[in-house]
Each structure stands twice: as structure tokens, then as C-alpha cells.
């Protein structure tokens, strides 16, 4: 099977299996506890948490808080500051449903959601994001890059037109995708809550980062022990934690070699679809999207039938988000950008990854390009 799937998760790193082994089986212990087995699975714990704040230049090592997976961190930063303030949530037409819900059920508690729109490539104008924003905003919310397009946000001049107004509010993103190819410096960046997730960039599944900027007052949204300084609660998954830090060390360290040898095989893959099906189109701009990711519709071919038969071609790729449970739906993505339900029902998602070697874009687009024939 040829995967070109990553944006719905990756298959584990070998450095992520060899970190999380240890923890899955003699080192069994609770963190939270006294003796010295739950001290050496503290001690495990806290230095994935320091590596983890050194990997995205967070100051304080406190400023991490593990999770679930990016669902939880985006859910933890977007309700964590309503129930805290009751104050406006500010987000944009294209994030992931797990910020987008979270809005909706800050809605539903007596907070008012604004939403800002985006433009036919995707992307927001930092001044619209401004504009919905007021005294009362408790969050803002901008993905650093989309899920389904790869295209990428301009989270940092949204920072600056919301300070240029003097609005104080944090500022969210969700770098689920964008940590994978684009470096992630929490100061650069200059919001106040980042969220990450390990099956992502080779980590395990069900775990997950939120950072949270020192001074930043969130109200936790998983009650219980105590865990994470208050903020989270429930027993740590310190095998997880452990190979996400190493899958994310690894990710770092070879991301410069990643992205010239997925950008070598995307543009192959696009420059040898569009050679074989003139009128393929491609849903933004290369140089606004991320690296691994190519996202285009075939005029005419449903993306489900095309994806069939993909798939027994051995050739794995997707419609958009993997966060459905599997059901064809009308990307609220594309519907934002302008595109027709025809015409979103026709979009295809190729994600390349950390497993992608030379000649897995000519062989997709060849084989891509013979089945749109015989549908044809």
C-alpha cells in the first residue's frame, strides 16, 4: 500500500517505539504517586515536558500541559477561556471541527461567536479577524495551516492588527498539521496557545500538547485529580507522552530534508497529474500550502469513486478530514472558500510524509491519472 494519507495521522516512528517501550511494560508506573516506581515515571514525564517546550521555544517548561490529542487542546484552549470569561469567542471559517464545536457549545452557554470569512484561496485577512474582536473577546482562534488544503494562516500579522487595536485577548492556534513541515517557535509565532498532536509527526495516537503562555487563565474542561498544575485532569499516559516528545525531537531534527524531498515528490505528483488531465484543478496555490500536502478535484469524478479505486490500486488517500467517523460530507472548508457542493464532492486530499521515498508522486499520478481515464 502506497500511504499517502499523513494528514489523517502517520504510522508510529521507530524513535517513538523505542522511547514508548520501556513505559508499556516494566516501567508501569503512576507519576503521580509517592514511592519509586511513580518517581521514575515522573521523572520520565517531566522530561518529555521539558523536551517538548525546547522543541517549540516555550519559555517555561510549565507553560505545556499533555492531553488527549489536538481535539482536547483545542477544546481546553477555546472553552477553557469562555467558561473562564464568558467573554466572545473570534474564529474563521475553515478551522478544524474541534475548535469550530467548541465555539458552538460556547454559543449554547451565553457567549457570543463571531466568525470571520476567508478568501476563494482559503485564507483570512488578519484586519477581518481584527474587526470582530472587542473589550469582551475571551479567545481568538487561527490555525497556523488547514487540515484538508494545507493552506497556511498568517497567524502572526493577526497577532499584530489584534495588538495594533490594543485588544489583550489570547490568540489560539491549532499547528496540528503545520508542526510537521513548518518550524514552530511559540515567540515567532506569538500566540498564546499552540496545540499539537502526536499521530501527526509519528507519534502515538490519544496524546497531545496545548501550550499555554505563562499568565494565560484557562478554566479546565477535564475535571478530576488535579493533573497538570489544575489544568487537566486524569491519570498521564506517560508512554504516550514519551513518544510524542521523541517522535517531535525527530520530526524537528530532519524537518529541513523532509520538506525538500516531500516538496520534490508533491510537485511531481501535481506537475504529472496536470500533464495527464488537463483540467484537473488544484484548490490553492503551492506556495501557500503546505509542503505535503496537495488537495485538487478532477472535473466530473466524485471523490468517493475515486478514492475506490484508489484503494484497490493500493493507493491510500482521503476526501478531507479524517474527523468524521468515516462519513462522506460537504467540507465546510471548501463551502467557505467558494466552491459548490458538486464541486467539493470532487475534492481529493494527498498527504505526504515521514515514510514517502522517491517515486511515490510519479507512481500516484500515473495511477491516478489511468483510473480517471477508465472512468471517463
Sequence with gaps: ???????ATTPLRPEARAAMAPYLAGDFGNPSGLHAISRHARNALEGARDEVAELIGAARSSEIVFTGGGTEADNLAV???ALRTRGSVVTTAVEHEAVLAAAQYAARIGCDVHIAEVDEQGRVDPASVAAQCGPDTAIVSVMAANNETG?????????AA?????????????????VISEPLDVAALGADLVSIAAHKFGGPKGVGALYIRDGIELDPVVHG?????????????????????????????GRAGFCESVAFERDTFEATLAAAIPDVEFTAEPGIRLVQHSHFRVPGIDAETLLIRLDAAGIAASAGSAC?????EISHVLAAMGRTPQEAREAVRVTFGWTTVPGDGKRAADELAAIVESLR
Design 1 to 7: 500500500m502506497l500511504y499517502l494519507d499523513h494528514a
Design 225 to 253: 485529580g488535579g493533573q497538570e498544575l489544575g489544568r487537566r485532569s486524569g491519570t498521564h499516559n506517560v508512554a504516550g507522552i514519551v513518544g510524542m516528545a521523541a517522535a517531535l525531537r525527530a520530526t524537528v531534527a
Design 79 to 81: 472553552l477553557g477561556r
Design 151 to 159: 493552506v497556511r494562516q498568517p497567524v502572526p500579522d493577526v497577532v
Design 162 to 178: 489584534l495588538r495594533s487595536l490594543d485588544f489583550s485577548a489570547p490568540v489560539h492556534t491549532d499547528a496540528v498539521q503545520a
Design 324 to 328: 468524521h467517523s468515516g462519513a462522506m
